[in-house]
């Protein structure tokens, strides 16, 4: 079965830079775009960045672009998000998520690593 | 970027119920609409896809429907296992947007 475990979260300071992964079991993972979606505190959901299958295309939200760097190792079935000059504002439980065929919608979620940043 | 409205932020409804969700796109998603079940302390679910077609292994008693610009989640017969948030999203166009998220309470 689809399986999307995600690790690497943590308390950091602000400034600083902080690798989130995800491992993919349970399916072809080179075969599917992936993406990563944030939740705030008691807030609700938002996208954070999506990358093609092969990893040639990625898309950022404009409240991250510039700062987070989502990548791909199909070799390892790993999607990772890197993330650095992080803010108060990053503090969020983040999910991986499979997109559908030929859709971005998510299909398969991991069970999300928290993420606060605080000094 | 396209802004999803979702109401009511909340409801409360009784065993048995039927249940309506809006969701409102401020531009023409065509049918690039998806509703999500999020359960407290879990990751969400995906319900429908397109707008109205149900995704595998979820309950026929969730249904579906528009397109354009204006959607709705109906959960026929409520169960108290529905108590959640319910999120529409569009994937029309990037950025992907959700909305606000519907709370589901039972009476």
């Known amino acids: 079965q689809v399986q999307l475990v995600e690790s690497g979260g943590g308390v950091v300071e602000p400034g600083r830079s902080l690798r989130l992964s995800c491992a993919a079991s349970?399916?072809?993972?080179?075969?599917?775009?992936m993406d990563w979606v944030r939740q705030a505190p008691g807030k609700g959901l938002e996208w954070v960045a999506v990358?093609?299958?092969?990893?040639?295309?990625?898309f950022y939200a404009d409240s991250v672009k510039g700062r987070f760097t989502i990548s791909r190792d199909n070799s390892k079935n790993t999607l990772y998000l890197q993330m650095s000059s992080l803010r108060g504002e990053d503090t969020a439980v983040y999910y991986c998520?499979?997109?559908?065929?030929?859709?971005?919608?998510?299909?398969?979620w991991g069970q999300g690593t928290p993420v606060i940043v605080s000094s | 970027d396209i802004q999803m409205t979702q109401s009511p932020s909340s409801l409360s409804a009784s065993v048995g119920d039927r249940v309506t969700i809006t969701c409102r796109a401020s531009?023409?998603?065509?049918?690039?609409l998806n509703w999500y079940q999020q359960k407290p302390g879990k990751a969400p679910n995906l319900l429908i896809y397109?707008?109205?077609s149900l995704q595998g292994g979820v309950s026929s008693r969730f249904s579906g429907s528009g397109s354009g610009t204006d959607f709705t989640l109906v959960i026929n017969s409520l169960q108290p296992e529905d108590l959640a948030t319910y999120y529409c999203?569009?994937?029309?166009?990037?950025?992907?947007?959700f909305g606000g998220g519907t709370k589901v309470e039972i009476k």
């Open positions: 349970g399916f072809t993972f080179s075969s599917f775009s």
């Open positions: 531009h023409s998603i065509r049918n690039y």
């Open positions: 998520a499979r997109d559908g065929a030929d859709d971005y919608n998510f299909d398969y």
């Open positions: 397109g707008a109205s």
């Open positions: 999203q569009q994937s029309y166009v990037i950025p992907l947007t």
């Open positions: 990358i093609s299958y092969n990893g040639i295309s990625t």
